[in-house]
Structure formats: structure tokens, C-alpha cells
């Protein structure tokens, strides 16, 4: 008898995935159930070059972050005494002569879930002094009804993070999430990403107690969910994380870690320090991309820079770190990031470089196609990708994706068991060619699939040099 039922559980059919009529992206395999010739690609963003204030002044610094507030959008910059700018288009930015209260490392957070209004914006900013003190030190909250003027609550972490803490609201889980450095002690790559869980990001957050309290937060104080392995580069490790929720799609969360590489005199005797025979924290960063459904487990699609380091002339140059926040204008998505211009602890690389580039450091802007970070990728030979069962609402199917002037698409509906549903097979489909955001697929001039709302289907795309990035059951 459990033979037989371990034969039928073996031979039951996969639970369909319920994708209502939200956005999927194609991130990584969850809608991959089988292909041939399609791999998953990281799209770099387009850079856009330095960003300037009203006064034609290269902006510069650490940013906090950058949030869209009703089409209004604010670049907290600076990592102490943070200066606000606002845009409203997010390219062009004026200064409002106004600053973050103090602190180091304040990153504020514009709360969705938050019912008072008078604490629609939270803030989190680090207290300390030599010594570090865990009696009062720490990562300290306020509230803010309008992300300027701030009323400081108390502290909610007993540790000297040396990153800023990145919160937001996730709306699976129903719960607040933060996102901070992790140290392993007994690393050489010591700097990991910590994740936190909490009720109320206003009252202490949660962390596992140790015999001794250290000024870092530890491993063991933090669960770490991402970290530089053994196919990194051996001496890195990871600097800052921008992690959070991806707002126009279903279950999507991107993290875009800098990854730090370390140097030695060892290793880089062409370094000079600062100082002559003081060797300091000198290294590259680079801001990678990595992706998850639910926030705790991460991958990276592969490893290659998400926003490439400028040549050794330009501004950017050895050193990359994106900054959380997204603004969405239209079909593109604009991402900021900074740069010294120099290495990590502001040594240059060579001494042939010293006077190369004209500017050095600045904040820079680029720009991503909507959901465009990772795709479905075939070449000019082509591909094939078919989805695992799902079920949805709606009566149309839309897919963004890019197949230029040369490249095809075709779309077929199946039963779980492969078999083509009538009217939706290949040979119905009308051809899908060109670079859309929301393309809606025809099968003989019909787009209606109402029919098939609720039972499940598999979608079997064939691509030809082609670039797929989501799907999207929608009511019209």
C-alpha cells in the first residue's frame, strides 16, 4: 500500500502556479520547466553620465536612497549630514537646503504599510564614538510625516553595523524586513549581508545574543543570507547590498551587492597609501546584481558587473555602488549610483593614473527597460522555452520582450500534458517581431484566452535572436 502511494505521488502532475493577473519575470527558473538553446542574461542599464544640480554642480557622495513620493523624487546624499535634492523627472535635480537631522549612514524609508500619517517616513542612522559604547550606541529610528523633519525615537540595534540599514515593508510576508552588514569574525572575507525580520521597525529589532557582545554585528547575532563563495575571487568580499522588493511585479526581489575586492602589499605593491608605509582597506568595488522570490535565498544569474566600472579616465572608474531605490518613468526604470574615482579608502590604482581622469567621483544615473534586469535569451539560431503549469485570470496574455528587427516570436498554449490547446497552437500564432514593453500575443487575429482563465496551461514560446523578460495574464 505505500508503494503504491509513493508510485502515485512520484506520478501526480506538478501543482499548477496561481499567476493570477500579475507581472512574472523571467529571473531565473521558476518558469523555466524545460528548454533548449534559451539561457538566463543579466542587461546591464544604459548610463546616462554624472548628475548636476540646478546650479550645473556634479553632485557627490554616498546615497542613502532614492525614493518616489507621488511623482516627486527625493536623493538623500551624503553617508553624515545628508543633504535632500528633489526631481521630477529623475535626471535633473535642484537642491532644498535642507538636511537628515545627523547621524551616520541615515537611510530613510517611505512606509506603504504605515496607517499614521505623521510616520509615513522612517528613518535609521547610526550613534557612536570611540569607544564603542553597546550600553548606548547603535542604530537609532525616527518618524517623519514629510522625509525632512524627523522626531527620533530610540535606539533599535546595539551595534556599529558600518553600513546603512536598508528597511522596507514586504508585503508577502507581512512583516517588516532590514537588510545590514553581517561580520564572520573568523574570515578573511568577513563583510556578509544580514537579514532581519520584524513587527514594528520603530521598536528594538530582533537579534541572537552571544556571551560577548562585539561593536559588529556577528554571523551568529544575524542569519546571513548573501555572501561572496568560492567562485568569487578569493580576498572579496561584500560592501553594501541596496536589497528590497521590486515593486511592479510578482514576487521579485533584486539586491544589488558592491562586491569588494581586496588588495595587499603583497599583492598590489603599485599602491601607494595615503600616508607612506600605512597600509590601509584599499580594493575595487562593483555593483553586482543578484536576484530572489522571497528575499532570503539569492543567486546571481552570473557574475559579470551589473553597472561596469568607468575606463581609467572617466569618473567611475574601479569603484561602483549602487544605491537602493527605483524611479519608474514610463517603460524605463532610473538607478543611481556612486563613485570615488579612486580605490576603496581613496588611494589610486597606479601612479600613471594620477592625473588621467579630468573628474574624480560623482553620482551617476542609468537606465533600465521595465523589468529588463534579467532575460530569456535565444540567438540567432534559435530557442524554445516552455513554462511549468499555471493558472490565471484574465483574457489576454502580454509578454515584454525584445526581438529586434530580425528576430522572432511565436506562442503556444498547452495542456499540462503537452498537448496543444485548439486555436492557441503554433501554427495559429501570429508572429511576434519588434522591441515591446506589453505585447499583446494574437493566435489568427484572436487574443481572448478568457476561456482559459483557471485551467491550468503551459506556454510554450519559441525565440528566435530574441530577448524575453516577463509575461502577463491581464483583463484587456
Request: charged share 25%; aromatic share 14%; glycine share 8%.
Amino acid at each position: 500500500m505505500l508503494a503504491a502511494l509513493v508510485l502515485f505521488a512520484l506520478a501526480a502532475p506538478p501543482v499548477p502556479i496561481d499567476v493570477g493577473d500579475r507581472k512574472q519575470l523571467f529571473i531565473d527558473d521558476r518558469f523555466i520547466a524545460a528548454r533548449d538553446r534559451v539561457e538566463l542574461r543579466i542587461n546591464p542599464p544604459q548610463k546616462l553620465g554624472a548628475l548636476r544640480d540646478e546650479k550645473d554642480q556634479l553632485l557627490k557622495g554616498h546615497i542613502s536612497r532614492v525614493i518616489d513620493d507621488s511623482g516627486k523624487v527625493r536623493l538623500y546624499l551624503g553617508a553624515k549630514d545628508v543633504q535632500i535634492l528633489e526631481s521630477d523627472d529623475g535626471l535633473k535635480f535642484r537642491r532644498t537646503g535642507t538636511k537628515l537631522p545627523g547621524g551616520w549612514f541615515p537611510t530613510v524609508f517611505l512606509d506603504p504599510h504605515e496607517t499614521d500619517p505623521a510616520k509615513k517616513y522612517k528613518l535609521f542612522h547610526l550613534e557612536f564614538s570611540e569607544p564603542f559604547d553597546p550600553a548606548k550606541h547603535g542604530v537609532y529610528a525616527s518618524y517623519s510625516a514629510d522625509g525632512v523633519t524627523f522626531t527620533k525615537v530610540g535606539r533599535v540595534l546595539p551595534f556599529f553595523t558600518d553600513n546603512p540599514a536598508i528597511v522596507h515593508w514586504d508585503e508577502r510576508l507581512k512583516k517588516y524586513v532590514i537588510y545590514t552588514r553581517a561580520f564572520d569574525y573568523d574570515s578573511e572575507n568577513q563583510r556578509r549581508i544580514g537579514r532581519i525580520e520584524t513587527d514594528d521597525p520603530l521598536k528594538p529589532w530582533p537579534y541572537t545574543k552571544t556571551a560577548k557582545h562585539r561593536t559588529f554585528p556577528s554571523i551568529e547575532n544575524i542569519p546571513v543570507v548573501y555572501s561572496a563563495d568560492k567562485e568569487d575571487d578569493p580576498h572579496s568580499d561584500v560592501y553594501y547590498n541596496a536589497a528590497g522588493a521590486y515593486p511592479w511585479a510578482d514576487s521579485v526581489y533584486f539586491m544589488f551587492p558592491a562586491h569588494f575586492r581586496h588588495f595587499s602589499p603583497q599583492r598590489h605593491p603599485f599602491v601607494r597609501p595615503r600616508v607612506k608605509g600605512q597600509w590601509e582597506d584599499f580594493g575595487m568595488l562593483e555593483a553586482q546584481l543578484a536576484v530572489s522570490r522571497d528575499g532570503v535565498t539569492w543567486t546571481r544569474p552570473d557574475r559579470s558587473a551589473y553597472i561596469p566600472t568607468g575606463l581609467a579616465d572617466e569618473w567611475d572608474r574601479w569603484y561602483t555602488v549602487a544605491a537602493p531605490g527605483f524611479v519608474r518613468r514610463g517603460s524605463y526604470v532610473y538607478q543611481y549610483y556612486y563613485s570615488s574615482g579612486r580605490l576603496h579608502d581613496s588611494a589610486v590604482l597606479r601612479p600613471e593614473y594620477d592625473t588621467v581622469a579630468k573628474q574624480e567621483g560623482g553620482v551617476g544615473v542609468v537606465r533600465q527597460r521595465l523589468d529588463g534586469f534579467v532575460s530569456a535569451d535565444a540567438d540567432h539560431k534559435g530557442g524554445w522555452l516552455r513554462t511549468p503549469p499555471v493558472v490565471f485570470r484574465g483574457s489576454r496574455l502580454r509578454l515584454n520582450i525584445d526581438t529586434g528587427s530580425m528576430g522572432t516570436a511565436f506562442v503556444e498554449l498547452q495542456t499540462p500534458d503537452g498537448k496543444p490547446v485548439p486555436g492557441f497552437a503554433f501554427a495559429d500564432c501570429e508572429e511576434v517581431g519588434g522591441n515591446f514593453i506589453d505585447q499583446c500575443v494574437y493566435w489568427k487575429g484572436k487574443a481572448d484566452v478568457s476561456a482559459l482563465a483557471g485551467r491550468p496551461v503551459q506556454i510554450h514560446i519559441r525565440l528566435k535572436r530574441a530577448k524575453l523578460y516577463a509575461f502577463q495574464f491581464t483583463p484587456n
